[in-house]
């Protein structure tokens, strides 16, 4: 179960969405090419880099930190992550956006 706190929600969501889309568990810090992918499960503070080459326009993905402790995330284009040139996902965030050629929204 994972803890999500939103603007119109708060409460504990099952994780069956690792198991149910196409998901990259991240199991160290580097890139990761989210090409065919929905979901990037990533379980430690790492430090992860997305490949843009690999996001297609209006692609949603799907990140969380499962790992109890925060992870860092940018795009390898130079592109935001949710208005963020390094974005902290903190554990237990479900953070869900879409490629819009360039960031991560």
Known sequence: MTEYVGPTYAGRLPASYLYLL???TVLRSGTVNPSGVSC???IGG???TIQSAGLVNTQTLLIVATGGV???LKLD???TISGQSVYTLKPGTLLL???DGTNLN
């Open 22 to 24: 196409p998901t990259v």
């Open 40 to 42: 990037l499960n990533i």
């Open 46 to 48: 790492f430090a992860v």
């Open 70 to 72: 925060a992870a860092m």
């Open 77 to 79: 284009n130079g592109g």
């Open 97 to 99: 956006v879409a490629f």
